[in-house]
């Protein structure tokens, strides 16, 4: 077993060589060089957290911004339901009376015109009666041999019509 | 020789001086610089190369740099688990620890021998092994002292023993943490010890079965290396699972100093 049977010649060599290289690797590589290795890992870290944080706080400036949004999307969509709706009256009211007008116009005009009928009617029923009357004369000329005064013919047809 | 072909498995273990070996001497001391030596500074060449190619300091990091931030985080992770927001300053001393112990081991492991190089672990030395064990309990004792004076000596005592029990169980705590440097250093040293053994006496199987001609012999090989592959891969797990033990076993042991309970 070299370990042991060569022990009393390379003990001291042995461990000076160890001190001598795990120094190097302690101080150069473990005090030199972790440090900055883990300062590295530990900015990533916070950088990392930081980026976090700032996107929580832009998707909760997002949601206020949205609520806001919304909020006043919907006061102006109950503004708009507010305007037509005062629109609609408004334009009802203006057709009620403009149809209340023009009904008053129209009844004006069918009593004028129910009038001018009634006026037509008795005008022809005169006629009627004149041209029976001179119908009557000539038919009782003609039948008997008679002549009838006018005026009478025009009081029998009177009476016929009339009833 | 093929007849002759003997392997010996302790032989990998030696320690060939390379250079200074006469003239190299620090108070009467050698400190030849040996093969052990050249594979320890092969394993802080190679963690160098690998934590210095994650310093790229990226925000977004590629392959290498998460590799490395990987091991750093992982280390981190340790000793917040094992010793909380105190163990933060054994970050570097742990993290040296590990690498040096992982990079080692699985160095030690590399089928180098195909390019005529011979690898040699030097975790598979208790000498070695010893340093760094020594190491980390020379820190828990002047961390434990620095931090409780002469409380820390109520670690040797848990909570609640009766009065009469106190000397024998301060007694048997004492003795158990003293060991602790020992069981330490011996059990990545015997563990890679026996790994790499292991390897060794099967390929003297292996070769021994074929020389010995028809029969039973290349049986034997046959299935010694399909052993060996199956060992590869655990002696693999084993060099990280010992590296990791090294660095849990010292923080927990960092964690008494610390808080003691």
């Known amino acids: ?163 | 020789m093929a007849e002759t072909a003997k392997v010996d498995p302790m032989h990998q273990f030696t320690i060939e001086p390379m250079f200074g070996t006469d003239h190299w001497q620090i108070a009467g001391y050698n400190i030849a610089f040996t093969n052990s030596s050249l594979w320890m500074a092969l394993a802080a060449v190679a963690v160098l190369i690998f934590v210095a190619g994650g310093m790229k300091r990226e925000l977004v990091p590629g392959r290498w740099q998460m590799a490395v931030e990987g091991f750093t985080g992982f280390i981190d992770n340790l000793l917040a688990a094992n010793i909380g927001p105190a163990g933060k300053k054994y970050v570097p001393y742990i993290f040296s620890l590990f690498m040096f112990i992982l990079f080692a081991n699985v160095l030690g492991l590399m089928p180098l021998g195909l390019v005529g190089v011979h690898p040699f672990t030097f975790t598979s030395h208790f000498t070695a092994t010893g340093v760094l064990a020594v190491m980390s309990f020379a820190i828990v004792l002047i961390v434990g002292f620095w931090k409780h004076k002469l409380h820390f000596f109520s670690l040797f005592i848990p909570h609640g023993t009766p009065l009469v029990m106190i000397p024998l169980i301060f007694a048997i705590e004492l003795v158990s943490f003293l060991v602790r440097p020992f069981s330490l250093g011996l059990r990545l040293f015997v563990a890679m010890m026996a790994g790499h053994v292991l390897l060794e006496v099967l390929s003297g199987f292996v070769i021994n079965g074929f020389n010995a001609g028809l029969g039973i012999g290349p049986v034997v090989s046959v299935l010694s290396f399909a052993l060996m592959i199956a060992i590869c891969a655990l002696e693999i797990l084993v060099a990280g699972i010992q590296a990791y033990v090294f660095a849990l076993l010292t923080s927990l042991y960092l964690n008494d100093a610390e808080n003691l309970h």
Not at chain 1, 83 to 99: D, G, N, V
């Open chain 1, 1 to 163: 077993m070299p370990q042991i049977a060569q022990l009393a010649e390379t003990w001291s060599s042995q461990i000076f060589w160890m001190l001598i290289f795990f120094g190097f690797i302690f101080f150069v590589i473990g005090r030199g060089m972790v440090p900055k290795v883990m300062a590295t890992v530990e900015t990533r870290d916070r950088q990392i957290a930081s980026d976090l944080a700032a996107a929580e706080a832009a998707r909760a400036a997002a949601d206020a911004e949205e609520e806001a949004w919304r909020a006043q999307a919907n006061r102006q969509r109950a503004e708009a339901q507010a305007l037509i709706a005062k629109a609609k009256l408004e334009a009802a009211q203006a057709s009620e009376t403009r149809l209340a007008k023009a009904n008053t116009k129209l009844d004006a005009k069918l009593a004028e015109a129910e009038a001018q009928i009634a006026q037509a009617r008795s005008g022809a029923l005169k006629e009627i009666e004149k041209v029976a009357a001179e119908a009557a004369g000539d038919i009782v000329t003609r039948v008997a041999g008679l002549t009838v005064d006018a005026k009478a013919a025009t009081a029998a047809v009177k009476e016929a019509l009339n009833g």
